[in-house]
Structure formats: C-alpha cells, structure tokens
C-alpha cells in the first residue's frame, strides 16, 4: 500500500464495489465504491492488488460506519472465502472477459462458439437458465472436451484445453455469479455489474 485517500465518515448501507486499475506497471488505485448511491468509500494507491489490501479496505469502511450488505469483486482466487457472513457477487463483466480470453470473440470451433453464446447471456438471464444451459452444454460436448492426444513424451493431454479451462472457470465461478439472484432484496440492478459501473 502506498497511500489511502482522505477520510470521510458516511452512514447507512453499501454495495461495495471493489477494484484495481493500474497506470503502469507499479502504481494501482484500488477504489471502493457504492453502487447504490455512487459514492467513493475509500480509495488507496498500491503497488500491487493483494487480497489483504481488499480485506484491509473493507475493514475500514465498516470502521467509518457504513453497513456492508454486499460485496461486488472480480474474483481473485481466495478473495470469495475473506467476507464471512457478507454476500458476494462475481462481477458479471470480468466471468465474461475471463471466457473471452480463452475463447476470443470469434471462436472457430462449434463447441466454443456455443460455450461464447451462452456466457453472453449471463448478463440478462436468471440463475436457473444460466446453470441449466451450461449443464446442457457440458452434456453435449464432454466427450469433446475430454479429448486427449499422446505427446511427443509419451503422455496424454487433452487436446481443447483453452476450451476446458473456459468451461471450468464458468463452473468454478458459478456459485458467486448469481449472488444478486439468491440475495433480490439488495438491488440486483447494483449487482449485476456491467463495464460502465466499473
């Protein structure tokens, strides 16, 4: 942590929304911000994202006063289980940008390009119909994807691994995508992130 922003005292609730945006290589601001009311909780420059400088920021907008009644996050690995007791929500905007860097926009194969299709509709569909469609996607295509070639070592590998990892990131994931869905009474609309919230 370089430097934390001014202090200032609110009350009442927030969805927190919580990120990291980097001007080069070692200078990051991490904001935290209320998606109800738009307002900055609190602000700190880092020289690198850790989940302790999320932990630490959420600890001190609770000390400021303010009742955290939901967190929205990008999904750092082992960011999900530091909150006990407080929902979580995946941003829906980062699941889609982590799907599209394994499978790009404009995926070739036909499993691919159905496993794109579907994670485009995350941001419009309810958790039922989201779950149901991957479930059925896996049905599908597991055969596929659990393709393997022997290398030149002599070892099998699976042979779509880009697609595998697309897949097990939505699965992976999909307890904390629908968060908003399971907890309506906080404002789904807050909750379901889209780029220009971020």
Same mark, same amino acid.
């Given at each position: ?34 998606? #109800?009311?738009? %307002? ?8 690198? $994202? ?9 600890? $001190?907008?609770?000390? %400021? ?10 999904? %750092? ?23 599209? %860097? ?14 794109? $299709? ?9 958790? $039922?119909?989201?779950?149901?469609? #991957? ?9 596929? #994807?659990?393709?393997? +070639?022997?290398?030149?070592?002599? +070892? ?5 691994? +880009? ?36």
């Amino acid at each position: 942590m370089i430097k934390p922003s001014k202090e200032h005292t609110f009350s009442g609730t927030a969805n927190v929304l919580m990120d990291t945006t980097y001007f080069g290589k070692k200078l990051g601001v991490m904001v935290f911000k209320d998606s #109800l009311s738009g %307002r900055i909780l609190f602000k700190q420059y880092v020289q690198q $994202e850790t989940n302790k400088l999320y932990q630490l920021g959420i600890e $001190e907008i609770t000390r %400021r006063g303010i009742k955290i009644q939901a967190i929205i996050c990008d999904g %750092r690995k082992g960011l999900f289980q530091l909150f006990e007791g407080i929902p979580i929500q995946m941003c829906n905007f980062h699941q889609v940008a982590i799907i599209r %860097r394994y499978l790009t926009k404009k995926p070739k194969m036909q499993a691919s390009k159905e496993l794109w $299709e579907h994670t485009l509709l995350l941001v419009d569909t309810d958790k $039922e119909s989201f779950e149901g469609g #991957l479930a059925l996607w896996y049905a599908k295509w597991e055969a596929f #994807l659990n393709e393997r +070639k022997l290398g030149v070592d002599g +070892k099998k590998r699976y042979v779509h691994k +880009k697609l595998r990892s697309a897949y097990r990131s939505s699965k992976t994931n999909l307890p904390w995508l629908f968060t908003w869905y399971d907890n309506i009474g906080l404002n789904p609309n807050s909750a379901k992130i889209t780029p220009s919230k971020l």
